[in-house]
């Protein structure tokens, strides 16, 4: 028997990964986790494993807007989450996109690195998310690295990005984990309202695809109607926690373990 779907609706554009550890698989994962719907329009294909990028092609804007107006036509979006972009032009299609769904929280994770440190973007792909997709934002959800090339401060501290940042847009989560830390400090930036900052224990590893899962979790909260800190702090918990339990399918980095083992039993 079928039943009424009352699920939220989140369209993800972001790139697809093979080796299934992040990008669209990470999205759909971590939103099904959260009780949410998703529906993904790839805007690239990579080739990748849980190693790092070898390489990256964008696909047309014209293709990527119709699957989006596909969506769109079919489908009451709750929220809108951004992954890699990969190119000037891709930014701009997903302006374009966001535009048509005023009110409906945009979610940018900007994907400028793998992982593993290849770049999943060209060089100035940062410049165009911070002037053209940040404005459109709720919030953008870079790590530490990532914040730095948005605010062009290569050695800048997570507060000297966010005030740079903040200029862009309303509300920042720059993620950390990248030193040697005990402790993982995550921090919170709206504009007018300081920042706050969510700590967790620091994991031994690297992980794969650990930036979308925050992402599309946070987007999955938002859609639900959660309060932005609150959802913050439930999309980290929850992120945390496929961390811990990650597991290494390949010879690379840990993959998040985003949905039980007995999911769908």
């Known amino acids: 028997m079928?039943?009424?779907?009352?699920?939220?609706?989140?369209?993800?554009?972001?790139?697809?990964?093979?080796?299934?550890g992040a990008g669209l698989q990470a999205d759909i994962e971590a939103l099904l986790a959260q009780g949410c719907?998703?529906?993904?329009?790839?805007?690239?294909?990579?080739?990748?494993?849980?190693c790092n990028v070898a390489d990256f092609r964008v696909l047309d804007r014209a293709w990527v807007l119709a699957q989006a107006e596909a969506v769109l036509a079919d489908l009451p979006v709750a929220a809108i989450k951004l992954g890699m972009l990969g190119s000037r032009e891709m930014v701009d299609t997903a302006a374009?996109?966001?535009?048509?769904?005023?009110?409906?929280?945009?979610?940018c994770d900007p994907v400028l690195r793998a992982g593993g440190g290849g770049a999943l973007g060209q060089d100035e792909v940062g410049q165009a998310?911070?002037?053209?997709?940040?404005?459109l934002c709720r919030i953008a959800t870079p790590n530490l690295p990532e914040a730095r090339i948005l605010a062009e401060l290569p050695e800048g501290s997570a507060d000297a990005c966010a005030e740079?940042?903040?200029?862009?847009?309303?509300?920042?989560?720059?993620?950390g984990g990248h030193g040697d830390e005990a402790e993982v400090h995550n921090r919170l930036y709206s504009r007018g309202d300081g920042a706050?900052?969510?700590?967790?224990?620091?994991?031994?590893?690297?992980?794969?695809g650990s930036g979308c899962t925050l992402a599309s979790a946070l987007a999955g909260r938002l859609a639900l109607g959660e309060e932005l800190a609150s959802a913050v702090r439930s999309?980290?918990?929850y992120t945390w926690r496929t961390?811990?339990?990650?597991?290494?399918?390949?010879?690379?980095?840990?993959?998040?373990?985003?949905?039980?083992l007995d999911f769908g039993n």
Do not use: K
Request: aromatic content about 4%; proline content about 11%.
């Open 2 to 20: 079928n039943m009424p779907n009352f699920r939220p609706v989140v369209l993800c554009l972001s790139g697809h990964d093979p080796s299934g």
């Open 37 to 50: 719907h998703a529906a993904p329009a790839v805007t690239a294909l990579t080739v990748q494993d849980t």
């Open 96 to 107: 374009e996109i966001a535009r048509r769904l005023p009110g409906v929280p945009l979610i």
């Open 129 to 135: 998310i911070r002037e053209r997709l940040m404005p």
């Open 164 to 175: 740079r940042l903040l200029e862009h847009c309303e509300h920042l989560l720059i993620t």
């Open 196 to 208: 706050r900052t969510f700590t967790c224990v620091r994991l031994p590893g690297s992980y794969h």
């Open 235 to 237: 999309a980290l918990d």
């Open 243 to 260: 961390l811990r339990d990650a597991e290494a399918p390949g010879r690379g980095q840990y993959v998040p373990r985003r949905l039980p």
